[in-house]
């Protein structure tokens, strides 16, 4: 190496020997930006500068070889120079250069990457399957169409004409990737002929214009099982896009949307329902016939002198529970409901038993309270 790789890591990066592991950071990556040989072809010495900051860099941002560095300047770092240096053992070294140009350190030096060609597996797709409540209560089988890709039929997935098949390609004898010699470095690209497959297809299958796929409409059947929850997801392994190259197909997520149900509110396993009884229910107690979530008749028992908002419980006559299977309670929400009207009988009933227990009452029952006001007012 020249002696240029011998100038202090410091004065290259120029920050000082206090400088943090993140100013060092931002040095390097200010440099590299400037240096990097992509960005200036055929320039050696711009070339020689990104040598030499990526050396700096790799010595001053490892805690270990920097004191050694910093006690024994280069001799204590074993006179390492960059042709013996390896890159790939700086893990936060190539996330920098990574992202500043799209590719892994281990490319300029030389470093492979795999060849795109491998097997594939397919996306996951995600499906919104509708449901009632009484549906998700007693649990259902669905069936769904699903538009996903699909092996071609014609070609088998192969994307050749029948009989024929890819050729590998003779620009990168296969492996998907070419390399340049940039100077000292040797940078793998992907091969423009075959596009990294490493096979080119010179009689593409006519049905799927060489895809090997094609899109289709799947029909599936999903089986819901009682007491499943808004928001909760069935995976359908295996049924999501088909796999490339012989890899596995994806899955098939089914994402349960249940329809907000008129009368009964659900809150996990328990479910709640308001029910309306009349004043004279609430005051003499009744027997009220009410049809559960699964379509059983049941009876709420409401006693002599409900109050509104009197909750009362019935064990076991709610959803499912998606896991156990075990009923949640059925909360009966009673709401008193007073008579709009009341026949002339009804109402003398009615005044009977309210002076019976001494209420004060207006017998005329015409004059709300605002009519009362008005007139103690004057403005009638
Ligand atoms: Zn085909
Ligand atoms: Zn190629």
Not at 176 to 185: A, I
Not at 331 to 339: E, G, R
Not at 346 to 353: H, R
Request: proline content about 5%; hydrophobic content about 30%.
């Amino acid at each position: 190496m020249t002696p240029t790789t011998q100038r202090d890591y410091y004065e290259i990066l120029g920050v000082d020997r206090g400088a943090s592991v993140d100013d060092i950071k931002k040095a390097y990556r200010i440099l590299a930006v400037r240096y990097h040989p992509d960005k200036n072809p055929g320039d050696s010495e711009s070339e020689e500068r990104f040598k030499e900051a990526s050396e700096a860099y790799a010595v001053l941002s490892d805690s270990k070889k920097r004191d050694r560095y910093d006690r024994f300047g280069h001799q204590g770092i074993g006179g390492q120079d960059f042709s013996g240096f390896d890159p790939s053992s700086f893990g936060d070294f190539s996330d920098i250069l990574g992202d500043l140009f799209g590719f892994g350190f281990g490319d300029i030096f030389g470093g492979r990457r795999q060849a795109r060609s491998g097997p594939r597996r397919g996306r996951d797709l995600q499906y919104t399957l509708r449901l009632s409540l009484e549906e998700a209560a007693t649990g259902t089988e669905k069936s769904i169409r699903i538009p996903r890709a699909e092996d071609c039929e014609t070609c088998g997935g192969g994307g050749s004409e029948p009989g024929t098949s890819p050729e590998t390609c003779t620009s990168c004898g296969g492996s998907g990737q070419v390399m340049f010699r940039r100077g000292f470095l040797s940078v793998a690209q992907t091969c423009p002929s075959c596009g990294g497959a490493g096979r080119v297809n010179r009689t593409p299958c006519s049905a799927c214009r060489g895809n090997g796929q094609v899109e289709n409409e799947a029909n599936l059947q999903v089986k819901v099982p009682a007491g499943i929850d808004n928001g909760m997801r069935l995976r359908l392994a295996g049924e999501g896009e088909r796999g490339r190259g012989g890899g596995p197909a994806g899955d098939l997520y089914v994402v349960m949307a249940v329809k907000v149900h008129d009368l009964f509110e659900r809150e996990g396993s328990s479910l709640h329902f308001e029910l309306p009884i009349s004043a004279f229910q609430a005051m003499l107690g009744a027997t009220v016939p009410i049809t559960t979530i699964l379509g059983e008749d049941q009876d709420v028992v409401v006693g002599a002198g409900a109050q509104p908002g009197e909750v009362i419980r019935l064990r076991s006559a709610g959803m499912p529970d998606v896991n156990s299977q075990r009923r949640g309670d059925l909360f009966v929400h009673l709401k008193v409901v007073v008579p709009q009207r009341l026949s002339t009988e009804e109402k003398k009933l009615v005044e009977v038993a309210a002076n019976a227990v001494g209420e004060v009452v207006d017998p005329a029952g015409h004059e709300g309270l605002f009519e009362k006001l008005k007139r103690a007012l004057g403005s009638e």
